[in-house]
């Protein structure tokens, strides 16, 4: 009798690990128990590194190999397991799967789209193939992981490769991607998330901006900046008004970043000491704490179990409201005197609802800080002159500012400036720096980067729509949002704080009803003058409404247009965001009727909700090149504005629909390149293969997506929760939305089919790549 084997205790062989479960998050499934395969006497050579079996080239001779069958296991009981070397199988996957060499294996790149490898129960001697594109680059994907947990050799389940990509693709998101896109700003934080792109001074000291009130805050700086030398942080504390546009401007050589809400601990030594609430970014070139951003991104948490990383980040909210006075555009010293639309009464509203139910007065404590500061942002920035228009009584994007934006890449204006600076005879670089440091004038200059300004508040940076008029314009997007802060506000005093509440900032209350009259008398009562009831706000809401109709619909027309102030009459620019009054609530069942019936068709295209029709955005050409807010182009919010709103007025199945398709294009991007989750799409070609201004964000990673993208991570998982079974499950076949509603969209395959366009995702790729 051969004598027992006796193995250390830590060793665990493949299939004796029951809770070994093959879809583990990586830092489990690598990270934990590592696994070893039984050698046997046939496969001794190979006990030391499994041999991955490179496919030839089809050009040489060699290439023809024997069939499947003659080299698979015969055993298939059991789930298939592999045994890779590491570093070895990632040189040759490279080598020979990824043709374009940006090392992602996608279906433009031109490898034979299989590989051989060996079986951990055979112990690396007889092999399987992995065949197609999706497999692969998984993979690729796979052993990335393994490597960032110092795996040299893996053995790797076959069910990771052949994952379903919806349950895949939402569970890196869940468990991966949300990690990856936290940052905190404390003494741990700052090192990652001071490194800004944007910057162009060219200058990359770290520098914070701590409010005025806060002194403790600005010591904790202080001692880290001393404790760690190394990191030459300049900390700057902020003077009373930190918006004053001259003061802005006078950061723009020395851009940092702008400090947020934390709390204090125990320091371990007796004392107390500050740590940064931990919060998510979009990702990609936007590394820090973004304003409608948040409130999307926060959906997706919220799906996802994480209600405390959301209310953390209406925590930051609170904060900037109190010591910047507004919901910064994003947490650097250049947007001080910017914002960006407004989600934070929906969204403090949602996460309430979420809280733990057992810490009742804790939440309502927290939901009245988070109120108290929507309301000080509704007075004091939103129906506060400028953005205020006294006469239609509706609101704009309007923000103060002075100069160039010094967050665009140097060259972004020099076609603006080029004139002015030939008028001067200056340099572009010279005319800039004497226009900024205002010692010329160009009052025409001065329009257009007041509207320049306007259009990146509005988060929708850029389109057609508000090409030189956006400082002018009531959208209807921003009255949408407003009356539904009116009407939160309302509900939420109502409901929750017994019809009154007491704001305990001091700050100007604006009139109502909005008036010319009423504007122009500069007595303003005070915040503390009286209690906040839900009658005057629920009033503002119904006021709001019928300025809505009276100024932005268009009965002819069938939807709502943004409404010029200046011109005085209706831009008729055909934008999706006509749906955020089906979000809002503040549509009739008759004006929902017709805009679902009648408009809803003109932005349905192949993959979703397009930003604004072809007709609106006009021709393309050279000189007028296409921008990203406008059509072909799709993006997060607008499909899950017209998801939500779709579904409150019971237009369930239009919801769903939308939901499929976007879902559908994020899916087969994702299968067919590597895992991308990208910033935005071509809805029309279903391409994230994007060149529109600042390209796309979000691709840029090698062999493992690491983040995605904020808000479409979060589109992905609140879309699933329009799904049904049987939707998401023909998703995960990546089953053509043409395919799956062929009984619905008959009219829409007619216009594919007349113009000639193309559904396939690989040749529309390969026509993207050819442009």
């Known amino acids: 009798m051969a004598p027992a084997v006796n193995h250390p205790a830590s060793v665990t062989f493949a299939g004796e690990h029951a809770d070994h479960h093959p879809q583990l998050d990586a830092s489990k499934y690598y990270g934990d128990v ?88 055979s112990n690396g001697f007889k092999t399987f193939d992995i065949r197609g594109n999706y497999m692969l680059s998984n993979l690729l994907q796979e052993l990335a992981l393994a490597r960032d947990h110092n795996r040299k050799r893996i053995i790797l389940d076959e069910a990771r490769l052949t994952e379903n990509p919806v349950d895949r693709l939402s569970r890196m998101i869940k468990n991966s991607f949300w990690n990856s896109l936290t940052r ?126 959301a209310k953390g980040m209406v925590d930051h909210f609170i904060f900037e409201i109190k010591h910047y006075n507004k919901i910064l555009n994003g947490s650097r010293s250049y947007y001080l005197c910017r914002t960006q639309p407004p989600f934070l009464t929906d969204m403090a509203l949602q996460i309430y609802n979420q809280l733990d139910r057992t810490e009742h007065e804790a939440n309502k404590a927290w939901l009245k800080r988070a109120i108290q500061a929507a309301i000080k942002e509704y007075h004091t920035v939103w129906v506060a002159e400028p953005r205020m228009d006294p006469k239609t009584g509706l609101s704009r994007f309007r923000p103060d500012g002075l100069g160039i934006p010094p967050e665009t890449e140097a060259t972004h204006f020099t076609h603006i400036l080029e004139p002015f600076a030939e008028k001067h005879g200056l340099s572009v670089l010279e005319f800039s720096e004497k226009y900024n440091d205002g010692i010329l004038k160009e009052p025409e200059l001065d329009e257009y980067f007041l509207h320049d300004r306007a259009v990146r508040e509005s988060g929708h940076d850029t389109t057609y729509r508000f090409e030189k008029r956006c400082a002018n314009l009531a959208t209807i997007d921003l009255q949408c949002l407003l009356y539904k802060y009116e009407v939160d506000i309302g509900t939420a005093i109502r409901e929750v704080f017994d019809d009154q509440l007491e704001l305990e900032e001091d700050f ?18 005070s915040s503390k003058s009286r209690l906040q009831n839900s009658d005057e706000w629920f009033e503002r809401a119904d006021d709001r409404r019928r300025r809505i109709d ?198 829409l395959n007619e216009t594919v089919a007349n113009t000639g366009a193309t559904m396939d995702p690989l040749s529309l790729a390969m026509e993207t790549l050819n442009l």
């Open 34 to 121: 590592e696994t070893h395969s039984r050698a046997r006497t046939y496969s001794h050579s190979q006990v030391y590194a499994s041999n991955p079996k490179r496919i030839p080239a089809f050009q040489e001779d060699w290439h023809q190999r024997a069939r499947r069958l003659s080299h698979d296991e015969k055993n298939v009981s059991a789930p298939r397991r592999f045994l890779i070397d590491v570093e070895e199988t990632i040189r040759v996957v490279l080598e020979q799967e990824d043709t374009d060499g940006d090392f992602q294996i996608s279906v433009t790149d031109a490898g034979p789209k299989m590989m051989a490898l060996g079986t951990a129960t």
């Open 184 to 309: 905190r700003i404390d003494g741990d934080g700052l090192e990652i998330i001071t490194a800004d792109p944007k910057n162009r001074t060219g200058k990359i000291q770290p520098r914070i901006y701590v409010p005025h009130g806060e002194p403790e805050m600005a010591e904790y700086y202080r001692r880290v900046a001393k404790e760690k030398p190394h990191m030459n942080l300049d900390v700057v504390v902020l003077p009373p008004k930190p918006d004053d546009p001259v003061f802005v401007k006078s950061l723009n050589t020395k851009p940092g970043l702008l400090a947020l809400a934390m709390d204090q601990i125990d320091d371990g030594k007796g004392g107390k000491t500050f740590k940064g609430i931990p919060f998510i970014v979009p990702g990609a070139r936007f590394n820090e704490l973004y304003n409608w951003d948040s409130y999307f991104i926060s959906l997706g948490l919220l799906v996802d179990g994480q209600v405390a990383m």
């Open 508 to 525: 100007e209350l604006q009139p109502f009803p909005p008036t010319p009259e009423n504007y122009a008398n500069p007595h303003r009562p």
């Open 550 to 747: 009276k100024y932005l619909w268009n009965e002819s027309k069938s939807l709502y247009f943004d409404y010029d102030t200046v011109q005085e009459s209706q831009i008729l620019y055909e934008s999706v965001t006509a749906f955020w009054a089906l979000w809002a609530g503040c549509a009739s069942e008759e004006q929902a009727w017709k805009l679902v019936t009648r408009s809803l068709k003109k932005f349905e295209v192949l993959g979703g909700f397009v930003s604004g029709t072809e007709e609106s955005r006009g021709k393309i050409s050279l000189d007028r090149p296409n921008r990203q807010w406008d059509y072909p182009y799709a993006w997060p919010p607008h499909q899950i504005m017209a998801w939500v709103g779709l579904e409150r007025y019971g237009y369930l199945d239009d919801a769903q629909r939308l939901a499929y398709r976007f879902l559908y294009m994020m899916t087969t991007a994702f299968v067919d390149f590597n895992g991308v989750v990208p910033e935005k799409f071509d809805a029309v070609k279903l391409s994230h293969l994007v060149d529109a201004e600042y390209g796309n964000q979000g691709i840029d990673f090698k062999m493992v997506p690491r983040e995605g993208f904020g808000w479409m991570n979060a589109a992905y998982q609140v879309g699933l929760s329009f799904l049904t079974t049987h939707m998401r499950r023909a998703v995960a076949t990546c089953t053509s939305p043409e395919v799956f509603f062929s009984a619905q969209t008959s009219g």
